[in-house]
Structure formats: C-alpha cells, structure tokens
C-alpha cells in the first residue's frame, strides 16, 4: 500500500489518472508519440503502426477473454471479416475510408455476433473448440467465396483519403493509426470501470452468481462478442488499408494465436497489460530479424534459421510465461512500482 | 456407383488412421484433463524422427520403428515432468494456450533440425495395392489402416486387461480413490503423456508412409479436434468411431460439395461437423455428460 493514498469519494477512487506525476507523464509520453515520427526512419515507423493494430485487435480481445472470461481462437477471423469488409465497402460502394472503416467494424461484431451464439450454451474447452473451427470455417470462406472476397488473389485497396489528403506514407498513416488506437484505448478503459465492465468481470469469475445477481448472461456475453470483434474489425481494416491489398493469407490461425499470446503475455483483464503485450509481440521477431541479420555476417547459415527461431521463441514465451507469471507483464509492472513507491521499507 | 465406394473405403481408412491420432488426445484427457493441441506437432516429430532412423542411420523398419516409440515415451516424460505438472488446475485458456505454445516451439525446432523441405517415405511396405473385387485399396491406406487398427486394438486390451491399464482408468475415473488404492497418480500422469505421444508418434508415421512427411503435416491434429467432440473427450471407443465418422462425411463431403464451392471443402467439413456436434450435443456420441450449462 502507498503512504497517504486515501479517497475521499468513489469518483476519485475510479480515475483513470490517479495523480498529478501519471498525468504529467502521460502527457509527456504523448507528446513522444506526437514527435517521434518526424525523426524515425520508415521501417521504426512500420513497426509503430503495426504495434497501434497489434494494440487495437488485443485491446478488443482482452474485454472477451480478460474481463469477460470468454476464449476465443478464433479472432484473426473477426478481424479478417473487418479487414474484408472494409475493403469491399471501399472499392465496391465507393465508401469515404472514414465511415467504411468503423462499417467494416459492425460487419466484424455481426460475426462475432453470431459466433457468440454457441458461447450460451457451451463454455471453456467446448467454447474454445467452436471459435477454433470458426476460425477455420471463415478462412475457407474467404478463399472460396470468389465472387465477394476475389479468393487469393485478393482486392486491391487504394490508400484512405479523408477529404483529399491521402494517408499515403509510413509517416501520415501512423498519426492515422495513432488516433484510432487512443480513441480505441479511451473506449475501453471506460468501458471496463462501467456497468458494462462489472458485469464482464462478474460474469467471468462466477456466471451463475451473476446471472442470479439480476446480470443477463444472454445480454452482456454477446455484447462483449460483438465489441471484441468490433475493435478485431476495426483492426483489421486499418491494417488492410495501410498494406493496400488484402488476401486470406493475412489472417490465418497463426494471427489468433498471436493476438490471444499478446493478451496472455500482456496480462489477462489489464488493458494497460495489453498494450504491454501487443508492443512486446511486435517488437521480439523484429528484434530477433535483428539479431539473426547480425549473425548472419559470422554464420551464414543464421538467415535461413530465423523463422523457424522466431517460431520457437514465440512459443517459448507463452509457456514460460504461463508458468512462471501467469498474470504478465502487467503484474511484474506493478510490482517495479511498487518497490519503488516504497522503497527502502517495503513492509 | 464405383467411385462412391472408392470414397467410401478411402474415408474408412483415413477415418481409421483419425482414430488413432484421437486416441492421443482422449488417453491424455481422460487422465489429466488436457486437451493436447501440440498433438499435430508430436506427430511431425515422430515421423521425422523415424525417417531419420531409416533414412540417416539405415535401420530396418522394425528398429526405427521401436526406436521411434522409445523417442515418443521419452518426450512424454520429459514433458509432463517439465510443463504439464505445473499446469493441473490451471484455467482452461492456460492449459490450451501452453499446449498450442508448445506446439509452436516444437514445429519451430523441428524445422531447424530438419529443415521445411518436403519428404517422401522410404517405402517400408509391399506397394501393391489391395483386390477387393469390387474396388481396390492403394496400399498406403492398406497398411494405415492395419497399423491404426493394431494401435487401437492394443489400447483397449491394455486398458482391458493389463495392471497399468487399470489403474490408468482408475485415476481417470477418481484421483482420491486411486491414490489411497495406492496407485501413483503422478506416475500414471507421466505415462498417460508417454501413450498420447506413442499414439501421436504411430500416426505421424502412418500419415508420413501415405503422404510423405513436411513440417506442415501437423494440421491434420486440429482436423482431429472434430473426431474427438464427436466420440466424446473421454471415450475410447468414441475415438475409434468418430474416427471412422468423420473420415467417411468427410471425403463424402468432398465429393459431393467439391463443385459446389470450387474445392477445399474436405478440409473444412470437419470444423463444419465440429460446430453441429456442439451445438446439437457437446459432450459427444459416448462422452460423460457432465458439461456445465450457462
């Protein structure tokens, strides 16, 4: 506990910002955010944007299987019906990027929606099973369902344009992916401290305690399927949009694992754990591609080993951290504080 | 009319070939509740491993053969003492998601150690294939199906007869109960990984004999997730049957809805069946109907 930390009122207990240092430094990093870009070579800034997807999809998975306590396998389809939709509406309906980007995102909760179905009747293991075989089942949509999605040759997307600015480069498109990630961030962490929010949590940690409670277990287990998916959708279309094409290949299982080992390594019902996640699964492989490029020079042989390694190292991870800090990098973040807010007497 | 059969008998014995690898995942199940989704990962291994007690180091099959079920125990123990252990009653989603990071890693060091490139099988069976008569069996669905039934039929005599077996499905049916017969739950843990590997390492092998071995064979492990929710995660006899199930719907899947939708259908008829199955009847055709309702 910290010394003279005491609230007055409920409101004051439930700030986002607890005190004048946090928001200084807030303020401080976004400035960073703001500023950095105008310095930072086009790949750092490729890999800022895909951290902002990263952090937006595992944000969204997060409010399902962190607060809500639901699993799915299978969110790289949401995001794919999002990133498809979005392009549809694009090229097809001639849609303003602005508004086929949150569409694409109702187009996802509507699947969701409906994948959400078998979560009231069945739950854990069986729950997992029935998102991992919808994974599969939307994958072969996306490829045999020529007519809508183009199969796997994909559809070709022109760069977003609000009014006549094209969000065109590394560097315009990363203020784009900034926006949408604070806006998904501030959504979020005031969902989770609403009603909406408790009743996820109460739903998670007993769901008949709190549908006795007077919680519709119907209502609130769809709703946060249809908001997950949303921010999956939504996603997934920035991302669409940024690689200006999209094909089935770019969401397979592997994506859902990823997003599901961001949320566990992160730190499950943290949202501030799954910006930790998303940035830490981003950053590894690309620090890894590093690494082994760096090798390469000694061991020739070191370049052919780098995908197989980052398979490796990423599978390594989600057990190491599942044994040994099951909580994430949330906790051993609050535990750094917490040594130095009471340091030197910790007792 | 021909061809309906030739579908019929190549589902029977892809089918025959599933059940095996189900029985992998129900011998793990039934004694610590654990999915193992690492399954298709333990199946490459254990067909690289034989391939390369036969192919590197020129064993006669029957050496590679028992050299790779040694391998297969040896990794189930090695395993459960290391990872497994730690995870008994953990949540699900822990549970799932190290067996799925498990299987990450191991791909990832099997590609390393054998490198991603496509394999045929030595051939270790007699090619010909096999005069029913009215049809005729490819011989690499012959002798997969002979070894799946082999495995499967050593299974439930062990289970049957054998002092191990029983105590098996006494920790299975109650941990208490089994402990204080003095039977060692956390030995019987070990070896329930050892025959789920054996029974994942038989199949790698059988599915590498059809159809040559790569890194990516492995996917059949998840197709497998449908044979066992249908059978039921707890039944043996389940295993074998849905195994047959759903090796038959699908290639009559694939035949019949293959125009249709421009192919690919047989590869997703399973997880199609899979979401029925749930909706209809989670716990399966021969599953303890314990699941917990919302």
Request: include cysteine; proline fraction near 4%.
């Amino acid at each position: 506990m910290r010394c003279a930390d005491f609230k007055e009122s409920y409101i004051k207990d439930e700030e986002i910002f607890q005190s004048l240092f946090v928001k200084v430094w807030i303020g401080v990093f976004f400035v960073f955010l703001l500023v950095f870009p105008v310095f930072a070579d086009p790949y750092v800034l490729y890999i800022a944007n895909m951290i902002g997807f990263a952090v937006i999809a595992a944000v969204g998975l997060n409010i399902l299987t962190g607060f809500t306590g639901q699993i799915s396998l299978g969110h790289a389809a949401f995001a794919g019906v999002g990133g498809y939709a979005c392009a549809i509406f694009i090229t097809r309906l001639n849609m303003p990027f602005w508004f086929a980007l949150p569409c694409g995102g109702f187009v996802a909760a509507i699947a969701g929606l409906i994948i959400g179905i078998p979560s009231l009747r069945v739950k854990g293991l069986y729950l997992c099973m029935a998102t991992l075989a919808s994974q599969f089942i939307f994958e072969f949509f996306f490829i045999h369902w020529e007519s809508l999605t183009k199969g796997i040759r994909g559809i070709n997307v022109p760069p977003p344009m609000i009014g006549s600015f094209a969000f065109d480069t590394e560097k315009s498109y990363y203020y784009l992916t900034l926006a949408v990630t604070i806006l998904a961030l501030v959504y979020g962490r005031n969902l989770v401290r609403s009603r909406v929010g408790r009743a996820f949590v109460a739903i998670r940690d007993r769901d008949l305690a709190a549908e006795i409670m007077g919680i519709s277990l119907f209502r609130y287990k769809l709703t946060a399927f249809a908001i997950s998916s949303f921010y999956a959708g939504v996603a997934g279309g920035l991302w669409v949009c940024f690689l200006r094409i999209v094909t089935p290949e770019h969401f397979p299982f592997h994506l859902s694992i990823q997003y599901l080992a961001m949320v566990i390594v992160g730190g499950l019902g943290s949202i501030l754990g799954s910006i930790f996640g998303a940035v830490f699964m981003t950053l590894v492989p690309e620090i890894l591609n590093v690494v082994t490029g760096n090798l390469r020079d000694i061991f020739p042989a070191a370049g052919k080993l780098f995908i197989p390694l980052k398979d490796v190292v990423f599978g390594s991870l989600i057990v190491i951290f599942l044994i040994f800090e099951p909580r994430g990098l949330a906790e051993i973040w609050r535990r750094i504080k917490a040594f130095f807010l009471l340091w030197p007497f910790s007792y | 009319m021909d061809i309906l059969i030739q579908i019929l008998i190549t589902g029977i014995a892809t089918g025959g070939v599933y059940g095996l690898i189900a029985l992998g995942f129900v011998l793990i199940y039934k004694a610590t509740s654990i999915v193992n989704l690492a399954t298709g990962a333990f199946m490459t291994l254990g067909a690289f491993i034989c391939f390369t007690f036969l192919d590197n180091l020129k064993f006669p099959f029957w050496a590679a053969f028992i050299g790779t079920l040694v391998c297969a125990v040896l990794l189930g123990i090695i395993l459960e003492r290391l990872i497994l252990r730690q995870l008994i009653g953990e949540p699900i989603i822990s549970v799932v998601m190290v067996t799925i990071g498990l299987a990450i890693a191991m791909q990832g060091l099997t590609t390393i150690i054998w490198s991603s490139e496509y394999r045929s099988f030595p051939e270790i069976f007699p090619p010909d294939p096999l005069d029913l008569g009215f049809s005729v069996v490819p011989s690499g669905l012959l002798w997969g199906f002979i070894f799946a039934l082999a495995g499967m039929i050593f299974f439930l005599l062990f289970f049957k007869f054998s002092r191990t077996g029983v105590s098996m499905r006494a920790t299975a049916n109650d941990q208490q109960a089994a402990l204080s017969m003095g039977i060692s739950v956390r030995r019987i843990f070990a070896l329930s990984w050892s025959f789920g590997a054996l029974a994942a390492f038989v199949g790698g092998i059988v599915i590498g004999n059809m159809s040559g071995i790569s890194i990516y064979m492995g996917d059949i492990g998840l197709k497998v997730l449908a044979v066992i929710i249908l059978g039921g995660l707890d039944s043996i006899t389940g295993a074998i049957l849905g195994g047959f199930i759903i090796g038959i719907l699908e290639n009559l899947a694939g035949l019949y809805l293959d125009p249709i939708f421009g192919g690919g259908v047989k590869g997703v008829a399973p997880f199609f069946i899979l979401v029925v199955i749930l909706m209809i009847r989670p716990y399966g055709l021969f599953g303890k109907e314990e699941i917990e309702r919302v």
